[in-house]
């Protein structure tokens, strides 16, 4: 043998072009190995002696073993090709080309093969989990159970709690609860799980303070990705039929987390297209002294928010639902547990958007406004105390400081247009004629608010709001307890100085009925005297005596209860005024004058 050490190739080429089969191998006693040779056409074999292998070789052919092997069958496999090109006129000496790609074979897989080659195997991807199907329970898929909860959904329906928790609420706004949601409710465990996996969002602003997760529109997780096929697919449909709004298939899903401490506060979930607004809570055993609750409110004549009716503590596997509207206001309730968590999954189902009623225009901010020494309790209790008896009370730093200051900067600029008003025989002072300050306009704004009539009402003891404090006075008469209070209002604003009155005129409408008369003083000079007019005047109609005067003074605020039989008149300002410096002869003031 001319290649000592080395194996003989499996397949070689006989003298007559014919394959050779190495089928088998043998040591003898001197240590040389027999290799069995047998033509494959003929079926003669012949032994070919083989000097023993050294201790490199034998390395050599355990570090390669695997290779041979598919090394082996890779030559087998040319051999059978080059036959098929060459036909059996080829010789042993004939030289043929591989055939095209041979050289591209790759080893089998399994555990033949290098080392290296092992190393390139791609390993297998974990399968994600199979979830199973989501299905609506058979208490509300069941078609009669369907149609009974369509029934009371419509706007003249009634009331619907059945027996098993599912509720139809009516008022404040219609709104469904239904235990039970789901038939399969372990999906909800797998979902829990996978949200786990997703980064949460921190949420804290003016409004709430929770986390939530991002759109779950894409997610892949195949728990959450079944729900939401479930939710925006057949249970859409079941929607769209009990309560006959239009839904399309615009996915808006997320989910919330509120732990200790967590709130979400008063709002109404309107939004262009959002037409149901949903919640599936996935809590542990909850209880309404956790918080978390759902809090639905009711709301005033001008639509506004105002007390919570009912309340709708989160359970698991419920789902609660209800139309977006101008009067939705809801809120989740402060999380008192410290050591559960309120978790669900919520969103909303779109639908074509609907037309609204205009936006109630707030009031302006009175608070800011009015001094909190007279919004207390105690105060307000002992004003009333005193104007019961005497009927007037002088209110003095009636309006916040700052706001008072904007206000007399506002009626002193030199940029307003005053004229004189008239007749002379019923008045004369200055009025504006070109468009008020915006400061003025807020503070006229917060003079006739509902909030300053209930005010006036607690500081006063009158029916100016229909939340005023009952009449004390056992000698009420029963009629006046049961009347509706109908509070009216006419305001003005004046420029006074020298020269400047009005007179009691008999035929003044305004006179004829009582009032709560409110003056607020602007801009006077602590050197403004009686002496210089100027002052309200009260007194018994045909009578010349004076009941009460009431003396101009900054951010004062006069409070004079008058009826039918009492006249006011303004006295006129002298000209002793004019002894005053030039920015001390006027002063300015904010008549109201608030009916029952």
Known sequence: MENKGKKRELEEVGDEGEPVDVKDTENDEDGKTTVKKKKMNSGKEEKVDMPAANSETKEMENENDGKVVWEKKLKKKKKKLMQNQVGTNNTAGDEVQDPKGAEEDEPPEGDVGTPAQKKKKKKKKKKKPTPGAVNLNTAYSDLSNKNEIKRHWTEDGEPLKKDNGLEIIKKPFTCGYLPGFLENADILKSIAE??????PLKKNNDLYKFTQTPDLKSSDKPHISSLRDFLYGDFRKWLTDVTGIPLNETVDMGSSTYKHTDVLLC???????????????????WEASDGGTLDLFNTDKNGQPKNIVRSLVPQWNTFAFFEVSPISFHQVAEVLS?????????GWFHGPPIDRPPKY?????WFIWINPAYLEESTQKTIRKKFGTDSEIEL??????????????????????WKRTGPADKNSYQVLTNKQPEVLKECLSVLQSEAMFLILSQLTGLSLHKLAPPDSDPDSDEEDEKKEPNPRLRARV????????????????????????ATLFVCVSDKW????GGYNSYISKDEDAELLSVLPRSNCFA?????AETLKFTKHINAGVLDLEEEDRHYFDINCKYYE
């Open 267 to 285: 709002h109404d979930d309107e939004l262009e297209g959002r037409r149901i607004a949903y919640i599936l809570y996935l809590v542990p055993s």
């Open 194 to 199: 996978e949200l786990k996996d997703i980064p």
């Open 338 to 346: 410290k050591d559960k968590t309120r978790l669900s999954i919520n």
């Open 361 to 365: 225009k707030d009031q302006p901010g």
């Open 559 to 563: 409070l004079v209860y008058r009826d």
């Open 396 to 417: 003095e730093s009636f309006l916040t400081e700052e706001k008072y200051e904007a206000l007399s900067t506002a009626l002193k600029d030199q940029g307003l247009k």
């Open 529 to 532: 005297t009686e002496d210089l």
């Open 494 to 517: 004046g420029r006074w100085g020298h020269g400047s009155y009005t007179l009691i005129r008999d035929s003044d409408a305004e006179e004829q009925e009582s009032a709560l008369d």
